[in-house]
Every structure is written in C-alpha cells, then in structure tokens.
C-alpha cells in the first residue's frame, strides 16, 4: 500500500515562518512529481507549489514567501513557508504521483493537515 505522511502543520503568527514535510512510502520506483495543495471550507483545492524534474511550479499567492525542495532518495518534500499571512490559514494536503515497481503509475493524497496563522 502507498501512504503519504504529512507533518509540519499548526500554528504560527503572523509574518513568522512553518516548514510542511511529506513522505510517500509502498512499491515506488520513482517520484515524478510532490507537492501541497490547500482546501477550505466549500472551497475547491488549489495549488500551492509542487516540485518534479522539470522545475517547480507556486501560486501566486504564495511565490517569493514559499520554497518547496524536494530529497528523491528519502522520497520527501519539503515546503518552507516565510512571511505567513493570515489568508494562508487552511487545510494543506500532499500529492505524490509516479511509477510503480511492478508498473503502473500512481496518484496519492495525504490527509491533510491544518494550518491557522494568528495575529
């Protein structure tokens, strides 16, 4: 079985900086591409930054505050998030995609984990 470990998540204040890590774990040969999403609320999921072996991809919202980095060995990403507004506040969800030892591809989500920032 596939399982996407995220951590990081909880409160920080207003202008401060939190660090997001994910893991993928199970039958992988390869990572082609991490990264975070965010959900409210009645909202829809929306990109926060992802990382593959083309480049990095971030928000608007968040380019220039967030790094994402990503370790191919340990199968993890990492999000540096610096400068935190209050609107960062949400739900952040992991996404993992790739190539299968015994072939195939996959597409995986974490649980997600919660983000408030306080003034």
């Known amino acids: 079985q596939l399982h996407i470990v995220e951590s990081g998540g909880g409160l920080a204040q207003a202008g401060g900086s939190l660090s997001l890590a994910c893991s993928a774990t199970?039958?992988?040969?390869?990572?082609?591409?991490m990264g975070w999403f965010r959900q409210a609320p009645g909202k829809q999921r929306e990109l926060v930054a992802t990382?593959?072996?083309?480049?990095?991809t971030y928000a608007d919202y968040v380019r220039g505050r967030f790094t994402i980095s990503a370790d191919n060995d340990k199968l993890t990403v990492s999000l540096q998030m610096s400068g935190l507004e209050l609107e960062d506040t949400d739900k952040y969800y992991c996404?993992?995609?790739?190539?299968?030892?015994?072939?195939?591809?996959?597409?995986?989500w974490g649980p997600g984990t919660p983000v408030t920032i306080s003034s």
């Open positions: 199970g039958s992988i040969s390869s990572i082609t591409s």
């Open positions: 996404n993992s995609q790739g190539l299968l030892h015994r072939g195939g591809t996959f597409d995986a």
């Open positions: 990382v593959s072996s083309s480049g990095t």
